[in-house]
C-alpha cells in the first residue's frame, strides 16, 4: 500500500479547501471564490445560518425522528439535500416550507426524504422506482397508466408504514417547541437536521424519542 505524505502547509491547504467545501457548498458555481470573495460571502452567509437554519426530518408526525436529513442526503428527484435552495435571508411564513431543487432543468418544487432499504430506494406499489416517477408533487409513474402517485409499502423500523411518515421541515424555534435537539450554531452548508453523530443513526436505533 502506497502511502502519501504531506508536509504541515500541504495539510493546512487540504484542511482549509474541505472547510471551504463545507461553507460554500456549490454557492461558487464550480469556480473558487477568491479570498475577498470568501471573506465577503462569509460576513454574509455565516450570521444569516445562525439565524435562519432550517432542520429537516422524515418521521410520523408526533414520533421519532426516524431520519435526519444531512447534505447528501437523496431527495425524491434523485438530487442531494445540498442542491435545494436551503439558505433564506428571510424564512417564509407559509407551511409547510417547500426547498425548490436548484438543479438546472429540474420540477422539483420541494424536498422530500424516500426512505432505502441498505443502498435501493423503496419501490412504489406499481413496482417502479422513484426515479421512474415525476419529480413534481404529483409523481405520477412515467412507466405505467395505472400509478397516480408514489406509494411505497415498507414499514419503517419505527413499525409504522412509511406512508405514515412525512419530510418536515422547521425553524430553530419551531424544533425546540417539539422538544428536538438543536446542536450547536454552525457555518456549514445544507446541514439540514444533523446535529452530532448519533443523528446519523436511524431514529429508532438511537432510540431518539420525541420528549428527549
Known amino acids: ?17 474541505l472547510e471551504y467545501k463545507r461553507i460554500v457548498g456549490d454557492d461558487d458555481g464550480g469556480k473558487l471564490f477568491t479570498p475577498e470573495e470568501y471573506e465577503a460571502y462569509k460576513s454574509k452567509i455565516v450570521p444569516q445560518r445562525a439565524k435562519n437554519r432550517l432542520y429537516v426530518s422524515f418521521g ?40 425548490p431543487c436548484r438543479v438546472r432543468g429540474c420540477r422539483c418544487s420541494a424536498y422530500l426524504y424516500v426512505p432505502q432499504i441498505g443502498s435501493n430506494h423503496v419501490r412504489c406499489k406499481c413496482k417502479h422506482l422513484p426515479q421512474d416517477h415525476g419529480e413534481t408533487a404529483d409523481h405520477i409513474c412515467k412507466k405505467c397508466g395505472s400509478c397516480r402517485g408514489f406509494q411505497s409499502t415498507m414499514t419503517c423500523g419505527c413499525g409504522q408504514p412509511s406512508s405514515a411518515h412525512q419530510t418536515l421541515v422547521e425553524t430553530k424555534s419551531e424544533r425546540e417547541a417539539r422538544g428536538r ?3 450547536r450554531d454552525v ?6 437536521g444533523l446535529t452530532g453523530f448519533s443523528s446519523l443513526c ?4 438511537s432510540l431518539e424519542t420525541s420528549n428527549s
Do not use: W
Not at 436511524?202 to 436505533?205: R, S
Open 181 to 183: 435537539p438543536v446542536g
Open 187 to 192: 457555518p456549514y452548508a445544507a446541514m439540514g
Open 60 to 99: 410520523v408526525p408526533g414520533g421519532i425522528d426516524c431520519k435526519l436529513i444531512g447534505p447528501e442526503t437523496q431527495c425524491f428527484c434523485t438530487h442531494r439535500y445540498k442542491q435545494h435552495k436551503v439558505d433564506f435571508e428571510e424564512i417564509p411564513c407559509e407551511r409547510p416550507l417547500s426547498l
Open 202 to 205: 436511524e431514529g429508532y436505533l
Open 1 to 17: 500500500m502506497n502511502r502519501i505524505s504531506l508536509d504541515k502547509s500541504a495539510q493546512k491547504a487540504v484542511d482549509d479547501y
